[in-house]
């Protein structure tokens, strides 16, 4: 099984640098809410590997297309899981180097989808992400303004403070 793995995922890459290498030729004409040039079989071997992965989860969304039709559409979330593990963008999946449950928390936008349509293997129905906007662009959610004044004063406190804290750990050290 785990050979099957690397040779899906090997594909997987040779198809994505054959796929940019044709981009560097042509016009590019990806665009985030319709189809592209991904083909059924290559989206179903994408989404088998995202299921090992016991953050992913998706909830579905009505998304606009270019022909102002309204879609009902996939939407990828990554969830980061319990206290003490690195703190994981909604949507990318990138990992970062600040934990769950510490006060780096109030560094990004974070939310609860408490509506039970995430599902995860690790049970986790917390996002986080790097701004209100961020998570009003994925989810296709609007935040109130005063929600994201208070969080812009929260990260702008936190890192006040950070900064604070380094420089007075650099001045001990000299």
């Known amino acids: 099984m785990i050979n099957k793995l690397k040779d899906t995922m090997y594909i997987i890459i040779i198809n994505i640098h054959s796929i940019s290498r044709t981009i560097m ?20 071997e994408l989404n088998s590997i995202k299921s090992f992965d016991t953050g992913y989860g998706y909830v ?39 934990k769950v449950g510490s006060k780096d928390e109030d560094l990004f936008f974070k939310i609860a989808l408490a509506s039970g349509e995430l599902k995860t293997t690790n049970g986790s129905n917390v996002l986080f992400y790097d701004s209100p906007e961020q998570y ?28 604070k804290m380094s420089k007075n750990s650099e001045s001990l050290r000299s």
């Open 60 to 98: 579905f969304r009505n998304k606009t297309t270019l022909s102002n039709k309204v879609k009902n559409s996939r939407v990828d979330c990554y969830t980061s899981g319990d206290s003490g593990v690195r703190i994981r963008n909604a949507e990318t999946g990138q990992y970062y180097k600040y």
């Open 136 to 163: 009003e662009k994925h989810l296709m959610n609007e935040v109130d303004q005063e929600i994201k004044d208070r969080w812009v004063e929260k990260k702008k406190f936190l890192m006040s403070k950070m900064s």
């Open 25 to 44: 030729y042509y016009e590019d004409s990806f665009h985030p809410n319709e189809d592209n040039d991904v083909t059924h079989n290559q989206k179903k």
